[in-house]
T-cell receptor, first 114, second 109 residues
Framework: DGGITQSPKYLFRKEGQNVTLSCEQN?????MYWYRQDPGQGLRLIYY???????QKGDIAEGYSVSREKKESFPLTVTSAQKNPTAFYLC?????????????FGQGTRLTVV | KNEVEQSPQNLTAQEGEFITINCSYS?????LHWLQQHPGGGIVSLFM???GKKKHGRLIATINIQEKHSSLHITASHPRDSAVYIC???????????FGKGTKLSVKP
């Protein structure tokens, strides 16, 4: 079945360490997104990519980095520069207009930094 | 002011009740999504709307583009409907979504 796979579901890291969250999709979607969710807040956009080898910063990109070397994969690295990295991270993908606007989401990765 | 506002924030209902969750937005959009998030965290897309009304089982979503307002209705609610329901809009020229804060629904047996 087509879908988005995020791994791992839970991740624990020590403060000061970089950590990379995986996101893979087999939907042949051009666009992929990373969102962060904090309690009591809506999801906020970290980075997005509309094509391989290209990506743009979202609203809260500081302390994060991404790469898009393959259409299927859009890993997110949470660097030590991110001041409050503990959060729930969601990856999404879509076929951007004019082909369609349906969005698909992964199951999320809950990152805890201790 | 948030670009996407949902109401209510929290909603408790008895099994069988008719439920309405509202979403208002202040930007031009090309589509509006209703999403469901269960306690485990994963998000499922329920509806994508650009006009009118859509129905899937006991769920109905409507949108009024002129009034910049959408509603999600659940008929004959059931405890398994308990989840956070999130409204998100896609701005016209961009692919990323702007999210509301969500409505936490709890349906009691």
């Amino acid at each position: 079945d087509g879908g988005i796979t995020q791994s791992p579901k839970y991740l624990f890291r020590k403060e000061g360490q970089n950590v990379t969250l995986s996101c893979e999709q087999n939907l042949n979607h051009d666009a992929m997104y990373w969102y962060r969710q904090d309690p009591g807040q809506g999801l906020r956009l970290i980075y997005y990519s509309q094509i391989v080898n290209d990506f743009q910063k979202g609203d809260i990109a500081e302390g994060y980095s991404v790469s898009r070397e393959k259409k299927e994969s859009f890993p997110l690295t949470v660097t030590s520069a991110q001041k409050n990295p503990t959060a729930f991270y969601l990856c999404a993908s879509s076929i951007d207009p004019p082909h369609g606007t349906e969005a698909f989401f992964g199951q999320g990765t809950r990152l805890t930094v201790v | 002011k948030n670009e996407v506002e949902q109401s209510p924030q929290n909603l408790t209902a008895q099994e069988g009740e008719f439920i309405t969750i509202n979403c208002s937005y202040s930007v031009g959009i090309s589509a509006l999504h209703w999403l469901q998030q269960h306690p485990g965290g994963g998000i499922v897309s329920l509806f994508m709307l650009s006009s009118g009304k859509k129905k899937h089982g006991r769920l109905i979503a409507t949108i009024n583009i002129q009034e910049k307002h959408s509603s999600l209705h659940i008929t004959a609610s059931h405890p398994r409907d308990s989840a956070v329901y999130i409204c998100a809009v896609r701005r016209g020229s961009q692919g990323n979504l702007i999210f509301g804060k969500g409505t936490k629904l709890s349906v009691k047996p």
